[in-house]
């Protein structure tokens, strides 16, 4: 179909559809995978002392000591 065939509420609906689009793949694409890791060497401290988190990163938590340690968020 030609765009001269193309009426004012279907031009309406696909920009309006594409608008949406792009908002949401601008929005999920910008979710971080990076990854941290913190380590428990054996002298009751933590490694780095301390540590920024954001919403989507993963955090790897390494004991080294003969001591169990547990993690609360």
């Known amino acids: 179909m030609s765009p001269e065939f193309y009426d004012r509420r279907t031009v309406l609906r696909l920009s309006t559809a594409t608008l949406a689009m792009l908002s949401t793949a601008g929005c999920l694409g910008g979710q971080s995978s990076s990854a941290q890791t913190v380590t428990m060497p054996g002298d009751l401290s933590f490694e780095p002392k301390t540590a920024t988190i954001e919403p989507g990163e993963t955090v790897t ?13």
């Open 61 to 73: 938590w390494t004991n080294e000591s003969d001591i169990d340690h547990t993690v609360t968020a």
